[in-house]
């Protein structure tokens, strides 16, 4: 498995796991997907030869993202923060550690990118359990749960990471 930068050209291909990933990821569209990409520090995809398996979507507590959930990340940290918006597995490639890989390579990249803590949300209504587990499974603590504007109920979640 390789991961690297998202390109246009994967747009599509992003936009077909995006869709049969929802609702565990909020329902991305073409021009939404250019806007985050356009905006995030960190936007990935994993490939296995020629076929797309996953995506990462990023941002930095430095970039300008409205999203809602980063919002309060922003105001209730008071250290530069990683948050990862969104990540999301073809459903054929699920359960083989892409989204671990993914995870593991951006945690490798902290340093660089000046944090020491990544967030996240997680569904907790709809329940997105799978996800729950992962991110328990990897080090992720529960910092609150949080009501989205769509009606969403979310864990808001963060790991430290060990400053070398």
């Known amino acids: ?49 020629d076929d797309l398996c996953g995506y990462l979507l990023a941002m930095h507590s430095t970039d300008h993202y409205d999203g809602e959930e980063f919002q309060y990340f922003l105001t209730a940290l008071n250290q530069p923060f990683l948050y990862i918006d969104q990540v999301a597995v073809a459903a054929t490639y699920r359960r083989k550690n892409i989204s671990s890989t993914m995870y593991a390579q951006l945690m490798r990249r902290d340093r660089e990118l000046s944090v020491t803590t990544l967030c996240c949300e997680v569904n907790i209504r709809p329940l997105n359990m799978i996800s729950l587990q992962f991110h328990k499974k990897i080090g992720f603590n529960l910092f609150r749960e949080f009501e989205a504007l769509d009606g969403r109920r979310v864990a808001l979640m963060y790991k430290e990471l060990p400053y070398e």
């Open 1 to 49: 498995m390789h991961i690297r930068q998202i390109h246009m050209k994967d747009f599509n291909q992003v936009l077909c796991i995006n869709s049969e990933s929802n609702p565990a990821v909020a329902r991305l569209d073409i021009h939404e997907l250019h806007r985050i990409v356009a905006l995030a520090s960190v936007a990935w995809v994993a490939t296995e030869g």
